[in-house]
T-cell receptor, first 114, second 115 residues
């Protein structure tokens, strides 16, 4: 049972480079999220999706883009990497129907922009 | 807007004792869920316990219990019989039921269990 899988686990980018963080879940969850966690801080919501084809901004969306073409996949795109985007990125998913349920998290991607 | 406040950046507890981690929240929405997650030094996020805003009883999961005081907008986590493996960062989080995209985390409390 894979759960939420993120790749890569680590990445170093140069300023101005682009990359895509991959996230896949196999639990048929409708909601998916991308968070960033700066050192010693909590998680800040970047983008979320309520289902395939539907995405919306979170608290800190600038510098990022997302898409959700399938239920399973929710990639996060960084177009022009900046040092301020150095962080740990978490993807999460949850099933939302009549009741609230916990989110399942990927293992995280540690990104350094130099 | 939703907000989660965890006022204890760091806490220490003696092994086998109980500890309470504080969490206060702010929302105008009447229907929401409150969650606690544990993040060990390895970095993964581990779900601990959930409390719904309409739940009449406080949630319990093994050694974890949630002291939910709705009028005070607090959702404190109580860990009984602390173990060395409980040393970690703990996050309180809230999600609005009618818009599960509205997901907010506190800044966390680092718990250290002393032998």
């Amino acid at each position: 049972n894979a759960g939420v899988t993120q790749t890569p686990k680590f990445r170093i980018l140069k300023i101005g480079q682009s990359m895509t963080l991959q996230c896949t879940q196999d639990m048929n969850h409708n909601y998916m999220y991308w968070y960033r966690q700066d050192p010693g801080m909590g998680l800040k919501l970047i983008y979320y999706s309520v289902g395939a084809g539907i995405t919306d901004k979170g608290e800190v969306p600038n510098g990022y883009n997302v898409s959700r073409s399938t239920t399973e996949d929710f990639p996060l795109r960084l177009e022009l990497a900046a040092p301020s985007q150095t962080s740990v990125y978490f993807c999460a998913s949850t099933k939302v129907d009549r009741r609230n349920t916990e989110a399942f998290f990927g293992q995280g991607t540690r990104l350094t922009v130099v | 807007a939703q907000k989660i406040t965890q006022t204890q950046p760091g806490m220490f507890v003696q092994e086998k004792e109980a500890v309470t981690l504080d969490c206060t929240y702010d929302t105008s929405d009447p229907s929401y869920g409150l969650f606690w997650y544990k993040q060990p030094s390895s970095g993964e996020m581990i779900f601990l316990i959930y409390q719904g805003s309409y739940d009449q009883q406080n949630a319990t999961e093994g050694r974890y219990s949630l002291n939910f005081q709705k009028a005070r907008k607090s959702a404190n986590l109580v860990i009984s019989a602390s173990q060395l493996g409980d040393s970690a960062m703990y996050f309180c989080a809230m999600r609005i039921n009618t818009n599960a995209g509205k997901s907010t985390f506190g800044d966390g409390t680092t718990l250290t269990v002393k032998p």
